[in-house]
């Protein structure tokens, strides 16, 4: 635990606890402040408090097992979590995913981005005060988490998406409900802009706070929306394509002032992005097609071929005994997770359970940023920064 | 696209031996990745390299982490991720370190994006980083006993 000590002490500053419970943490966050009056002269983050070993325990559950334990790291973006493992996976078996698979992972991953940068909205809002956007963005990602229950029977731990495609086929009627949502949205994000976009007190709480220059921002290792509100145009979907995402079109918008309300502008425009990119994923799915690949021994048979099929009775059982053994190697691969470049890395040694699956998180690496963020500044414009990086404890901790 | 890739990773490579032929011990292609050994006494030497080369460029340190091989020996090996934003371009930088001599040149003076994830490894693996300014556990609490991603470390803990 970092104690007090950890902080230079002049007999004029005092040391204060921020966190674990407080929050505007967003979770168990732990910042220790130095302060001179109401100014931040060092700021020192806490970790751990939600560590739950899921790189260790990885290691000790097959490859399919370990899918529903990326689900509670970033608990905002399960879909794209399991979406960086399962890409991982596939990169190591050299698996290739149906297109209209690829296109429903798209769709979803681009839904859970709204989900999340709504949640972010909301609370980041409720922190500078303005309480009642929280309920508006919450009503609408709850049509979100209703779609997503239709596809995966649950709302937040998807494990919707797996090696080799998707769990199931999508629910009878989703174009219409989708479809609605895509209507309501537009015009919902106005609306949030009307509150706040213009709002004094909002651009008065954010503008010229948490500023970082684009390289100070590099060298930290900072990524997603914070770097893009610093100039950087540095998106995985379009430097490294995954998932067909080079054939849907859309913008990456970026700001250049690099301060809390830049990364605002620049969450809601991709928001927006996002509704355009669903929309195109929707014309693209086709209403017949695989949605896993024909592999077997890695990908489960289907349910009516067990009933039939000698062979597709023995892979499923081994599927769900043994696993399935990659050939030796690793692969390193990203994806644009609503916080930034979501990595895993896993290592195989040709067995059927990892030998190390490692996740580069977002929310871990972009808050190393804090410190110099907030250094200077007053006590309050540390909430506006904490809230701005946008972590999720889960995923900073694992 | 595979075929970018190997140009690409040849660029790297080359550089790399071009600047001093010791820098680069073997290059793995896998699955369309550039791995990079490297000699442990030069990894800070090499990394600086990919950072400061304009050919290179490699501008933010994405990963690092570590791979426990045991029981081969030396059984730690580490791995860093390098992205170049303006090329768009990844490497892996590897390099190995055993159990008897479990240390390693940190990459803080060069991306201040080390400081968090060497401590992660140091937390976690038990390897130490020489140079790092501030070589304080991160995730577990300071009283833990042991490095509980090692693979001689029980899965369900130690009682």
């Known amino acids: 635990m970092t104690t007090v000590e950890t902080a230079v002490g002049t007999t004029k500053s005092m040391v204060l606890n921020m966190g674990p419970q407080h929050p505007s943490t967003h979770g168990v966050l732990r910042v220790l402040l130095e302060l001179d009056g109401e100014n931040v002269l060092t700021a020192v983050p806490d970790l751990g408090y939600l560590h739950t070993g899921i790189e260790k325990s990885c290691e000790d559950k097959t490859y399919s097992q370990a899918i529903t334990l990326t689900d509670r790291m970033d608990y905002l973006n399960p879909l794209g979590n399991n979406l960086v493992y399962c890409l991982a996976v596939e990169k190591l078996l050299g698996l290739e995913v149906p297109k209209r698979a690829q ?5 979803l991953v681009e839904l859970q981005r709204i989900s999340s940068h709504l949640v972010w909205l909301g609370t980041h809002a409720l922190d500078m005060g303005a309480m009642s956007l929280m309920l508006y963005c919450f009503r609408e990602r709850e049509e979100i988490l209703k779609i997503f229950e239709r596809f995966a029977g649950q709302r937040m731990m998807t494990s919707y998406i797996r090696i ?7 629910p009878a009627g989703w174009r219409e409900q989708v479809k609605r949502f895509l209507d309501m949205m537009p015009p919902r994000i106005d609306e949030y802009e009307a509150l706040l ?7 008065g709480r954010l503008k010229g706070v948490g500023y970082l220059s684009a390289e100070d921002l590099v060298a930290l290792g900072t990524t997603g929306p ?3 509100a610093a100039g950087v145009a540095y998106d995985n979907r379009k430097a490294f394509p995954y998932s067909s995402y080079e054939e849907f079109e859309f913008n990456v918008p970026t700001r250049t002032e690099s301060d809390c309300y830049a990364r605002y502008l620049v969450r809601v425009a991709e928001m927006r992005e996002s509704v355009k990119i669903v929309r195109q994923a929707m014309q693209k799915i086709s209403e017949e097609g695989p949605v896993k690949t024909e592999a077997p021994g890695i990908v ?5 071929k067990m009933k039939t099929e000698m062979e597709a009775l023995i892979y499923h059982f081994k ?6 053994s990659p050939p030796p190697g690793e692969a390193f691969v990203t994806v644009e997770s609503p916080r930034g470049e979501l990595g895993c890395f896993i290592a195989s040694d040709g067995s059927p359970k990892p030998l190390r699956v490692h996740f580069r998180s977002p929310s871990f690496i972009n808050l190393q940023a804090l410190p110099k963020m907030v250094q200077g500044q007053l006590i309050a414009d540390t909430v506006a920064c904490i809230g701005t990086i946008d972590i999720v404890l889960g995923e900073v901790d694992r | 696209m595979t075929q970018l890739a190997k140009v690409n990773a040849s660029v790297v490579v080359e550089q790399l031996r071009g600047w001093n032929a010791q820098a680069v011990s073997q290059v793995v292609e896998y699955r369309g990745e550039t791995t990079i050994v490297v000699p442990k006494e030069l990894l800070r030497a090499t990394a600086q390299q990919c950072r400061d080369n304009p050919a290179l460029n490699f501008n933010l340190l994405s990963d690092a982490t570590c791979v426990d091989r045991f029981p081969v020996e030396p059984r730690f090996e580490l791995n860093y991720h390098l992205l170049s934003i303006p090329r768009r371009e990844r490497v892996r930088l590897r390099t190995s370190v055993s159990i008897q001599h479990p240390v390693i040149d940190s990459l803080v003076p060069l991306w201040p994006a080390a400081n968090w994830l060497e401590r992660e490894i140091f937390d976690l693996f038990g390897i130490r980083f020489e140079g790092h300014p501030d070589l304080r556990r991160i995730l ?7 490095a509980p991603l090692r693979r001689d470390f029980p ?5």
């Open chain 1, 197 to 203: 976009t213009e709002n004094r007190i909002w651009q």
């Open chain 1, 103 to 107: 296109y429903i992972r798209v769709m």
């Open chain 1, 300 to 304: 489960p048979p289907e349910r009516e």
């Open chain 2, 140 to 146: 577990l609490p300071d009283d833990f006993e042991g």
């Open chain 1, 319 to 324: 599927i769900f005994t043994e696993g399935f």
């Open chain 2, 155 to 159: 899965v369900e803990g130690k009682r």
């Open chain 1, 164 to 170: 080799g495609g998707l769990a199931l086929e999508p």
């Open chain 1, 226 to 228: 914070g770097l893009r």
